[in-house]
T-cell receptor, first 111, second 113 residues
C-alpha cells in the first residue's frame, strides 16, 4: 500500500528559529511530491518536486527531494508567527492522478 | 490571481438527503479533483476527472457519489443519500497537467445530522 509519513507530528518554536519538516514516502513509480501549507481551511500550494526538479526555494522556504532515500524536507528559516500552520506533503505515482497525503506537521511559532 | 472557488462554504443536511457541492476550477485547467478531510484526519483523495470522465477514483468514492461538469465552468460532486460519516470538509482542486501542481478551493464544510 502506498504510504506518506510526515514527522514530527507537531512542533513549537520561537520566532526566528529555523525548522525542518520531514516527509518520507513509499509510492509505486514515484512521479512528484507536493508541499502545501494549510491554515484554517484549504491547503495552499508551496512547492512541487520531481525527478527533474529536486530543489526549490522561495524566500525563507526551501525544499529538497532525495529520490534515492525516498524523502523530502521542507526548511523554513527565520520563522514568523504567520508561518504557524499545518504543512502537508502529498506524493503522486506514475499511474493515475491520485496524490497520497501525509497527516501533516502542525507548526506553531511563538512570538 | 486565478483561484478555485467553491459553493456553498457550509452545507447542513439531514441524513438520507442528496447534496450537490459546486466548484469552479481555474479556467485554463483541464484536470479536476475532489478530496475530503474529516475533522482531525488527513486529506483523502476521492476522484479525478478529465475530458468529461472519471480518470481515477478511490474506494471512498462508491455508488452514492457522482461527479459532473454540467457546463464549461462548473464541476460538481453529488452525494445521493448522505450518511453521518459523510460529514467532512470537501475540497475541489484543479491542475493544468496530469499529476501537476493542484490548486485547492476553500472547501465546503458538509454537516450531516
Amino acid at each position: 500500500e502506498d504510504k506518506v509519513v510526515q514527522s514530527p507530528l507537531s512542533l513549537v518554536v520561537h520566532e526566528g528559529d529555523t525548522v525542518t519538516l520531514n516527509c518520507s514516502y513509499e509510492v509505486t513509480n514515484f512521479r512528484s511530491l507536493l508541499w502545501y501549507k494549510q491554515e484554517k481551511k484549504a491547503p495552499t500550494f508551496l512547492f512541487m518536486l520531481t525527478s527533474s526538479g529536486i530543489e526549490k526555494k522561495s524566500g525563507r522556504l526551501s525544499s529538497i527531494l532525495d529520490k534515492k532515500e525516498l524523502f523530502s524536507i521542507l526548511n523554513i528559516t527565520a520563522t514568523q508567527t504567520g508561518d504557524s500552520a499545518v504543512y502537508l506533503c502529498a506524493v503522486g505515482g506514475d499511474t493515475g492522478n491520485q496524490f497520497y497525503f501525509g497527516t501533516g506537521t502542525s507548526l506553531t511559532v511563538i512570538p | 490571481e486565478p483561484e478555485v472557488t467553491q459553493t456553498p462554504s457550509h452545507q447542513v443536511t439531514q441524513m438520507g438527503q442528496e447534496v450537490i457541492l459546486r466548484c469552479v476550477p481555474i479556467s485554463n485547467h483541464l484536470y479536476f479533483y475532489w478530496y475530503r478531510q474529516i475533522l482531525g484526519q488527513k486529506v483523502e483523495f476521492l476522484v479525478s476527472f478529465y475530458n468529461n470522465e472519471i480518470s481515477e477514483k478511490s474506494e471512498i468514492f462508491d455508488d452514492q457519489f457522482s461527479v459532473e461538469r454540467p457546463d464549461g465552468s462548473n464541476f460538481t460532486l453529488k452525494i445521493r443519500s448522505t450518511k453521518l460519516e459523510d460529514s467532512a470538509m470537501y475540497f475541489c482542486a484543479s491542475s493544468e497537467a496530469p499529476r501537476g501542481s493542484q490548486f485547492f478551493g476553500p472547501g465546503t464544510r458538509l454537516t450531516v445530522l
